[in-house]
C-alpha cells in the first residue's frame, strides 16, 4: 500500500539531535509528490537567485528566469528601482519578454502587442476600442518581489516571505570581508545530472567528509583537519585554511589560494571564495532524477594578462565537478534500491546537512498543511 505524502514526511524526526539523527529517507529523493510539493513549498515561497546585478545596472536593463515553474522578469526602472513582474501578458498569457537579457524602454507583447512600461503599467493596448469595463490600471504585469545584494538578484513568489536582508541574516556581515563586490563575472558553465537536486546539495553539505576520497587534487591543498562546519539560521558556512607544498597539485595549488570558503544558502545556492576566485552553483530540480547546476565564475582581475590563470581555475572547479557528478549520479541509483532507507550522519562532518533537511522538513509541513487547509 502507498504511503501517502503525510506519511512519507513523517519518516523523518527533525527533532533528533545531529548525534541521534539519521538523513531524510529514500523516498523524499524518488517520490514525484515530494518533487511536486517542494516546487510549491519550497521553490514557490524561499529567496531564488535569477541573475547577476551587473545585469541590471542601466536603467531599463532586464533579465528573465524561471523560478518554480513561474515566468519572470526583472528590470532596473526608468526611476532606478528594481522591480520584478510575473513575466506573463494579462490579455492572453504570451511571455510579454522573450530574450533572457537585455534593455528596454518598454515591453511589447510578440503575440498581441500589449506594451507595458519598465513600471509594470499597461501602456498600449491596440484595436481595444469598444471593450466595456476595462481598467487598464488593473491590466499591469503582475508584481513579484526582487532585491539585490552583493553580487545577486533574487526574486520571492510569496509575498508574505521575510524580504531579503531579513532572511540572510548575519550572513551579510558575514561575507563583507571576502568584498565579493570587486570580483566580476567572467564566464558560465551549465551541468546536468542524473540525480535529484537534493543529492547535490547533500554532497556540497558534507563538511568535507567525501574530498579526501573523491578529490584528490583539492583535497592536496585543503587544511583537512582544520576543516570547519558552522550553521546558522538559513546557511551554513564551511571553510579551510589553504596550503601549498612539494605534495600539492599543481594546477590547484595556483588557483587556490588564501583560505576556503564554502557558504550555502537554503535551499540551493552556493557561493565557493578564495583569494580573488568565486564560483556559485545554482542548483535547480528538472525533475525526480534530474537537476541542472550553473556554474558562475567570477575573478578579481579580468584583465587579458589574467586568462590562463582564469582557464587554469575553471579546469580545476570541472575537475571537482565531473567527480561529484559521478558520485551523485550513483547515490540516486543507490536511492532506488530496496536495500537503503536512510544513513546516519558524522557528528564531525555533515551538521550542514543535518540543518538543511531540518528547514527542508518544516517547509515541506507547513506546505503540506496548508495545501490541507485549502481542499
Request: hydrophobic share 40%; glycine share 8%.
Amino acid at each position: 500500500m502507498e504511503r501517502s505524502l503525510k506519511e512519507l514526511l513523517d519518516l523523518y524526526n527533525p527533532a533528533a539531535s545531529l548525534e541521534h539523527a539519521s538523513t531524510i529517507p529514500a523516498p523524499w529523493y524518488t517520490d514525484p509528490r515530494i518533487s511536486e510539493l517542494e516546487r510549491q513549498a519550497v521553490f514557490a515561497r524561499t529567496w531564488q537567485v535569477v541573475g547577476r546585478a551587473e545585469q541590471l545596472r542601466e536603467k531599463g536593463s532586464f533579465l528573465t528566469a524561471g523560478v518554480a515553474g513561474e515566468p519572470v522578469v526583472v528590470v532596473r526602472g526608468e526611476d532606478g528601482i528594481v522591480r520584478g513582474f510575473f513575466n506573463v501578458c494579462r490579455h492572453h498569457a504570451a511571455a510579454v519578454v522573450t530574450e533572457p537579457a537585455g534593455r528596454a524602454a518598454q515591453f511589447r507583447c510578440p503575440y498581441h502587442g500589449w506594451t507595458y512600461g519598465t513600471d509594470g503599467a499597461l501602456k498600449g493596448v491596440p484595436e481595444f476600442e469598444g471593450v466595456c469595463n476595462f481598467d487598464r490600471a488593473k491590466n499591469g504585469l503582475l508584481p513579484v518581489r526582487a532585491e539585490l545584494w552583493e553580487n545577486f538578484v533574487f526574486v520571492n513568489l510569496d509575498a508574505q516571505a521575510k524580504p531579503l536582508r531579513e532572511f540572510l541574516g548575519g550572513l551579510t556581515l558575514l561575507v563583507e570581508p571576502l568584498r565579493l563586490g570587486e570580483l566580476r563575472f567572467f564566464e558560465r558553465r551549465t551541468y546536468t545530472l542524473q540525480c535529484n537536486w537534493k543529492v547535490y546539495v547533500d554532497n556540497y553539505l558534507d563538511g568535507g567528509y567525501h574530498v579526501p576520497h573523491l578529490h584528490r587534487g583539492l583535497n592536496s591543498v585543503l587544511e583537512y583537519k582544520q576543516y570547519t562546519v558552522e550553521n546558522f539560521e538559513h546557511y551554513c558556512v564551511q571553510s579551510s585554511p589553504v596550503r601549498s607544498d612539494a605534495d600539492s597539485d599543481a594546477a590547484a595549488a595556483a588557483t587556490r589560494q588564501g583560505r576556503a570558503f564554502y557558504l550555502w544558502l537554503y535551499p540551493n545556492f552556493m557561493i565557493n571564495a578564495y583569494a580573488g576566485v568565486m564560483a556559485t552553483n545554482l542548483v535547480l530540480p528538472l525533475g525526480i532524477d534530474r537537476c541542472e547546476v550553473i556554474f558562475d565564475f567570477y575573478f578579481a582581475d579580468t584583465g587579458v594578462a589574467s586568462l590562463a590563470h582564469h582557464r587554469e581555475s575553471i579546469t580545476v572547479s570541472e575537475k571537482v565537478q565531473e567527480e561529484d557528478v559521478a558520485i551523485c549520479e550513483a547515490v540516486q541509483r543507490g536511492l532506488h534500491s530496496r536495500a537503503y532507507g536512510a544513513g546516519r550522519l558524522s557528528v564531525r562532518r555533515e551538521a550542514g546537512e543535518h540543518l538543511f533537511h531540518r528547514l527542508l522538513h518544516a517547509d515541506l509541513t507547513k506546505g503540506l498543511e496548508q495545501a490541507a487547509h485549502q481542499m
